[in-house]
Antibody
Framework: QVQLQESGPGLVKPSQTLSLTCTIS??????????WSWIRQSPGKGLEWIGY???????YYNPSLKGRVTLSADTSENQFSLSLTSVTAADTAVYYC???????????????WGPGILVTVSS | ETVMTQSPATLSVSPGQRATLSCRAS??????LAWYQQKPGQAPRLLLY???TRATGIPARFSGRGSGTEFTLTISGLQSEDFAVYFC??????????FGPGTTVDIK
C-alpha cells in the first residue's frame, strides 16, 4: 500500500524559504488516477490546503498563499516537493503531504497522508 | 471561500452509544463533502466522501448524510478507537478543500 513520508528542516528563519519533500513508497507518482498535495495544520488556522499537482505537471495553489507556493516533482526519485517563500511565524505548522483521490472526475479528498512534519518559523 | 463550521466543538459519548456530528457549509456544496478522523499525534484519515460513501476499509458503523449546506456524520456503537477529532471538508467550490474546525469526540 502507498505510504508517504515528509522530510526537510524543522526550523526556518523568517523571510526565508521553506522547502519540504514527500517521498512515495509502495506506489508511483507517475499515475494519472491520483493527484498529490500538501496540507498544513496549525492551532490557529486548523487544516489548510496548500496546493496540489498531477503527474502531468498541472498545479493548483490556494490563493490565500498569495503566490508564495510552488510544487514540483522528481519522478526519478518518486518524490514531490513544496517550496514556500517569504515565511513568517504564521507559517509555523505541521505540514502533511497526501495523495489525492479522484472520483468520477472530481478531486474529492486525501488518502493516505504522511505522518507530518512540524516546521517552526523563528529566528 | 466556502467556510465550513462544525458542531458541537466537543461531544462526550459513552462507548457503545451513537454519536452524531454536524457540519455546515456557508454556501451550497451539493454532496461534495468528505469526513476525516484524526487521532492524537497522527495524520487525518479519510472516512467518507460524496457525503455518504465510505472510503476503503472504513467500517459500516460510520455513516453520513446531507446535501446542500447541512451534513451529519453518525458513528453507531462507538468503540474505543473511535474517540478522536473529526473534520469535514468541502470540494465543490474554489478554492477547493476547505476544512471545518473539527469536533472532538471524547469518552463520557
Amino acid at each position: 500500500q502507498v505510504q508517504l513520508q515528509e522530510s526537510g528542516p524543522g526550523l526556518v528563519k523568517p523571510s526565508q524559504t521553506l522547502s519540504l519533500t514527500c517521498t512515495i513508497s509502495g506506489g508511483s507518482f507517475t499515475v494519472d488516477d491520483y493527484f498529490w498535495s500538501w496540507i498544513r495544520q496549525s492551532p490557529g488556522k486548523g487544516l489548510e490546503w496548500i496546493g496540489y499537482m498531477y503527474y502531468s505537471g498541472s498545479t493548483y495553489y490556494n490563493p490565500s498563499l498569495k503566490g508564495r507556493v510552488t510544487l514540483s516533482a522528481d519522478t526519478s526519485e518518486n518524490q514531490f516537493s513544496l517550496s514556500l517563500t517569504s515565511v513568517t511565524a504564521a507559517d509555523t505548522a505541521v505540514y502533511y503531504c497526501a495523495r489525492g483521490l479522484v472520483v468520477a472526475g472530481m478531486e474529492v479528498g486525501f488518502d493516505p497522508w504522511g505522518p507530518g512534519i512540524l516546521v517552526t518559523v523563528s529566528s | 471561500e466556502t467556510v465550513m463550521t462544525q458542531s458541537p466543538a466537543t461531544l462526550s459519548v459513552s462507548p457503545g452509544q451513537r454519536a452524531t456530528l454536524s457540519c455546515r457549509a456557508s454556501r451550497n456544496i451539493n454532496t461534495n463533502l468528505a469526513w476525516y478522523q484524526q487521532k492524537p499525534g497522527q495524520a487525518p484519515r479519510l472516512l467518507l466522501y460524496g457525503a455518504s460513501t465510505r472510503a476503503t476499509g472504513i467500517p459500516a458503523r460510520f455513516s453520513g448524510r446531507g446535501s446542500g449546506t447541512e451534513f451529519t456524520l453518525t458513528i453507531s456503537g462507538l468503540q474505543s478507537e473511535d474517540f478522536a477529532v473529526y473534520f469535514c471538508q468541502q470540494y465543490n467550490n474554489w478554492p477547493l478543500f476547505t476544512f471545518g474546525p473539527g469536533t472532538t469526540v471524547d469518552i463520557k
